[in-house]
């Protein structure tokens, strides 16, 4: 569908932390306005964020962020490379693949999202691009940010959409089949896997993306003990039941080191 007016391209609000090669924050401008000028739907807002490491042992020092508001629906993307110029290009890519997503999802009707394309990570080889974690020290962890907020009601279908288009690992929703609070995450090289405190492989209707069910019930646990559970067993994130509260939650290691805790609102 053709626009009915031409569109203002939006200001490209650029960050940077580290000492950046001459000409970055133009180069940066430009490959993301270049993304703008190619949306259906007006981009209201768009930020990046480049960072240079100052640890000479990282392989991929160069950090590229990037979140844009397209007509109140955001679209976000992060990518690790060499350079600071292979980042950009790299997130021009990953951003890029999300607003098509997007672009899909405003002529599909809700619930029903497109299965992903073979252009998207995981049929290549981007899970590379993805920013290193620092090596700190477990006894030096802790959580430095905790995220509550009522959880969406939906289908995998759609909780797929929103984490790629967010670009995130995992997606904490409430599972509008069960009304269990569930957790959606990539599994294996062309697919999704989903958990809930409560499995219900029964009520999980049929999805447009490829996706397995956990089996197994979300260990119920404190902060503290999903703490020591990460540590231990060395994933990217832990999924359980708060102890409390009954509800799922999801601790997670930032790429500083440190912890994430995300939980809903009661």
Do not use: C
Not at 136 to 165: C, G, I, N
Not at 201 to 221: D, K, N, W
């Amino acid at each position: 569908m053709k626009r009915s007016a031409p569109q203002q391209a939006p200001e490209i609000q650029v960050e940077t932390q580290g000492q950046m090669q001459p000409g970055a924050i133009e180069y940066a401008q430009e490959k993301v306005r270049a993304l703008t000028g190619r949306t259906r739907e007006p981009v209201l807002f768009a930020r990046v964020k480049l960072t240079r490491m100052a640890n000479p042992a990282m392989e991929r020092p160069a950090i590229a962020q990037a979140n844009l508001d397209v007509n109140g629906r955001p679209a976000r993307a992060h990518v690790a490379a060499t350079t600071m110029t292979e980042a950009v290009d790299l997130l021009q890519d990953r951003l890029g693949a999300r607003l098509e997503r997007l672009e899909q999802h405003w002529e599909a009707r809700r619930g029903r999202t497109p299965a992903p394309g073979s252009h998207e990570w995981r049929h290549g080889s981007e899970p590379t691009h993805r920013p290193d974690y620092f090596p700190r020290p477990a006894e030096d962890r802790q959580v430095v940010r905790h995220k509550s907020y009522s959880l969406a009601w939906e289908t995998p279908d759609e909780a797929a959409f929103e984490l790629e288009t967010m670009d995130y690992d995992f997606h904490l929703f409430t599972d509008i089949g069960t009304g269990e609070d569930s957790v959606l995450y990539r599994s294996g090289p062309t697919g999704y896997r989903l958990a809930q405190v409560r499995p219900h492989p029964e009520l999980v209707g049929p999805a447009a993306v490829p996706l397995t069910l956990s089996e197994l019930p979300a260990p119920r646990m404190n902060a503290a003990e999903a703490k020591e559970r990460l540590d231990l067993a060395g994933f990217p994130f832990v999924f359980f039941a708060d102890a409390a509260t009954g509800r799922g939650n999801v601790l997670y290691h930032r790429y500083d080191g440190h912890y994430g805790l995300i939980s809903p609102v009661e």
